[in-house]
């Protein structure tokens, strides 16, 4: 059975870190793109970044760049995201989901449950 198992969300003051972990089972990580998309209460769903299947190319939204970094272990068909210097605005459901290619091109096959991220004083 195809899985994406996220994992690491909580609760976090601003400026806090907290790194997101996407566990995948039922099918063999290698090939495919993995992206993390966001949503927050009352707001549309947002893409947050992608990581190609070699992890040789990624992309981040603007409201995340230069505080998230998405990398992979392929080995461990595993997926993270660090999140650094979080805002409150980065308060939302965090979900992994996989791409229907090797590349990050925005078409998308299989989604997690989501986690839960909040900051918060």
């Known amino acids: 059975q195809l899985q994406l198992v996220e994992s690491g969300g909580g609760l976090v003051q601003p400026g806090g870190s907290l790194r997101l972990s996407c566990a995948a089972s039922g099918f063999t990580l290698d090939y495919y793109a993995i992206g993390w998309f966001r949503q927050a209460p009352g707001k549309e769903r947002e893409g947050v970044s992608c990581i190609s299947s070699s992890g040789g190319s990624t992309n981040y939204a603007d409201s995340v760049k230069g505080r998230f970094t998405i990398s992979r272990d392929n080995a461990k068909n595993t997926v993270y995201l660090q999140m650094n210097s979080l805002k409150p605005e980065d308060t939302a459901v965090y979900y992994c989901?996989?791409?229907?290619?090797?590349?990050?091109?925005?078409?998308?096959?299989?989604w997690g449950q989501g986690t839960q991220v909040t900051v918060s004083s």
């Open positions: 989901v996989r791409g229907r290619l090797a590349y990050c091109r925005g078409q998308y096959d299989y």
